[in-house]
């Protein structure tokens, strides 16, 4: 059982930034895969960004060059830094851990309750 406490949403000019963090808390494995997802109304969850415990960092293609993903694996913390938000990045965002086997499975792992970030032009 794990559980997933997410902080740091908001409402924020387009071109501002936000910070969010995730902690996990619970059975974890020392190998896994931490990462956000995003849901809009209307659309499908999507990658946003993820980070394995050895390193490895993924982006979602848009928010290439603009987000940065980083962890604590003392913690087992991550942390979204997002610059230069846009409208489009408006969204409920959802922490994940996973095993590093699911890493392509869209919906695996545990998940945490989501944190709205709404950015207005």
């Known amino acids: 059982q794990v559980q997933l406490m997410e902080s740091g949403g908001g409402l924020v000019q387009a071109g501002g930034s936000l910070r969010l963090s995730c902690a996990a808390s619970?059975?974890?494995?020392?190998?896994?895969?931490m990462g956000w997802y995003r849901q809009a109304p209307g659309k499908q969850r999507e990658l946003v960004a993820a980070a394995t415990s050895g390193g490895d960092t993924y982006y979602g293609d848009s928010v290439k060059g603009r987000f940065t993903i980083s962890r604590d694996n003392a913690k087992t913390t991550v942390f979204l830094q997002m610059n230069s938000l846009k409208p489009e990045d408006t969204a409920v965002y959802y922490c994940?851990?996973?095993?590093?086997?699911?890493?392509?499975?869209?919906?695996?792992?545990?998940w945490g309750q989501g944190t709205q970030v709404t950015v207005s032009s």
């Open positions: 619970g059975i974890i494995f020392s190998s896994n895969v």
């Open positions: 994940n851990i996973r095993r590093p086997v699911d890493i392509w499975t869209l919906m695996a792992g545990s």
